[in-house]
């Protein structure tokens, strides 16, 4: 696979044509720089309790960068044995990492400066997370380790695109502009992560096939799933929901990454496989149909959830 990563850095963008955060939050080194601020504030100040709670989640999953690059170097394969290594996994590890590490920042500033949340809780939850730690279940096999990072940049892609069309709605356009932005880099990155597990089904698909089967069973669990206040009990559950509620990322949408995935992969049209592998294969064709039907069920039970307070937004109800 060595040869396919070096080819596949090209999603990486050079650091010098990159953004960054500064290039989207008021200037402090302005003339009247408090405008800019005031400015920022008052858009903030139509967004809902709700979509504030989704961002600040989808925020403290990025800040939570450091458990993630820690997760794909305990895969075989994926390791950068040095911490600087030179081969084409340890770069594009850590030209992801370096990537990502933009999300985390931007968004927690555009928090900060909003002045509509309770700073400390969040950043008080973004240390229980690094600290909880991260399992995404993967049983450090690379080729689930793939699969799931696969899902999961499309399903960052999902959520920072809604709440970018939501904060739209609200006449917040720095953040719609913020969000869309970072959807963009979790699109590049998606392409990225399906072109390697797509090399893997390339060069031994009936493994590829059982570990996607495999991953899909134990169920894509969400990199902030650990994530506490050191208040509220399951916290990542009301974070889920109140996403659910809002449309940010719900049921039907991980069906419908599932179905993607199949396709994009072209699962269906494998031919050669046997056993266990078949039998993943008949499987993978008819999973995203089966969450489906599940999908409504799960949105009602949204709805229905008891509102309690929530120290992220100053003890208010959601």
């Known amino acids: 696979m060595s040869r396919f990563v070096e080819q596949q850095l090209k999603w990486l963008n050079p650091i010098d044509d990159n953004w960054q955060p500064s290039d989207f939050l008021p200037d402090l080194a302005a003339d009247r720089w408090q405008d800019s601020i005031q400015a920022l504030r008052d858009a903030s100040a139509a967004l809902s309790d709700e979509l504030l709670v989704v961002l600040i989640g989808d925020t403290i999953t990025e800040e939570a960068l450091p458990s993630y690059q820690t997760m794909t170097n305990r895969h075989g394969g994926i390791i950068d044995q040095t911490g600087a290594s030179d081969d084409p996994w340890s770069r594009w590890t850590r030209g992801w990492t370096a990537e990502e590490n933009r999300h985390g920042a931007l968004l927690s500033t555009y928090l900060y400066l909003s002045g509509r949340v309770d700073m400390r809780a969040v950043e008080i939850t973004t240390n229980h997370l690094i600290r909880n730690g991260f399992d995404p279940l993967t049983a450090n096999d690379p080729y689930k380790g793939l699969i799931y990072t696969s899902f999961q940049e499309r399903a960052t892609r999902v959520s920072h695109g809604n709440v970018a069309k939501l904060a739209n709605r609200s006449g917040d356009d720095m953040l719609a502009k913020i969000c869309n932005k970072v959807a963009g880099d979790e699109a590049r ?22 570990a996607f089967s495999e991953m899909m069973q134990t169920k894509v669990t969400m990199p902030a799933r650990l994530m506490s206040d050191g208040i509220a009990s399951d916290l990542f559950a009301k974070f889920s929901t109140v996403a659910q509620r809002i449309g940010v990322y719900t049921a039907h949408d991980y069906a419908t990454i599932i179905e993607h995935l199949v396709g994009y992969w072209d699962v269906a049209n494998i031919r050669g496989v046997s056993g266990e592998a078949a ?4 499987y993978l064709c008819t999973l995203g149909a089966h969450y489906h039907r599940f999908a409504d069920r799960i ?11 929530l120290s992220w937004i100053f003890d208010r109800s959601i």
């Not at 039998?279 to 008949?282: C, G, I, L, T, V």
């Open 189 to 210: 990155h998606e392409e990225a992560y399906k072109s390697f597990v797509n090399k893997l089904f390339e060069l031994d698909s009936q493994d590829a096939l059982i």
């Open 279 to 282: 039998k993943a294969q008949e």
């Open 299 to 309: 949105e009602g039970r949204a709805e229905k959830q008891v509102r309690t307070p």
